[in-house]
């Protein structure tokens, strides 16, 4: 059953809070749409075009809980994370599966991610990968942006678990860091004092905000740098 979506922007809509309290985003790009942290079933999504990549922010259950679905029935459709959560996938400890009651291994992703690499999506679209080790060692987030002509535009930010409005990820499981996390926040600090104030600003968890609202909240916070 197709569940419902909200939109953020033209080309980006989210399940809030879909699985596990996680939301789930879409980018539809120029013919192919690219699926962020692939908890719902393929039968939950509306697909407006194919979709064309499973990018997961971090390996924990609850945002990567349908992936090995995904891959069953769109095998051709590549699944990228970032390296540091690779020792996550066959450990239900550590991806967490086993304390939802669902034990799981997942499938290993066609192609693994490390910090500064460029993800090119159709058209004019594509992602700035940004390793924020804390809550998990690969977390990761996302910028999106957009060719226009002579100029590139920033869309949104994808941040998984490392930044929520108002607040950010645990770092007390097992492959969690405190010092880490705050180097992390302040380099997210750093990108997103850089951007429009009105830039999204799109959590794992909680509820979407923007740029000069989360700069705030970090600067209140400490992470000000």
Known sequence: ??????????????????????????????????LFDPSLSPDSIEQKRPISKLIATHAHYDHIGMVNKWKEEYPDVPFLM????????DDTMLNASIYFGRPESYVKPDRILKDGDIIELDGQYYLDVINTPGHTMGSSCFMIFRRDSDNTVPLAMITGDTLFDRGWGRTDFTTGDDTLMR??????????????????????????????????????????S
Do not use: W
């Open 82 to 89: 970032h390296g540091g959560d690779l020792v996550m996938l």
């Open 1 to 34: 059953m197709i569940k419902k979506s909200y939109q953020i922007t033209d080309e980006l809509r989210y399940y809030r809070e879909a699985f596990r309290s996680c939301n789930v985003y879409v980018l539809t790009c120029f013919d192919s749409e690219i």
């Open 183 to 224: 180097d992390s926040l302040m380099r997210l600090y750093r990108i997103l004092s850089k951007m429009p104030d009105d830039l999204p600003v799109c959590a794992g968890h909680s509820a979407i905000t923007n740029a000069a609202d989360a700069c705030r909240f970090l600067t209140a916070m400490g992470f000000a």
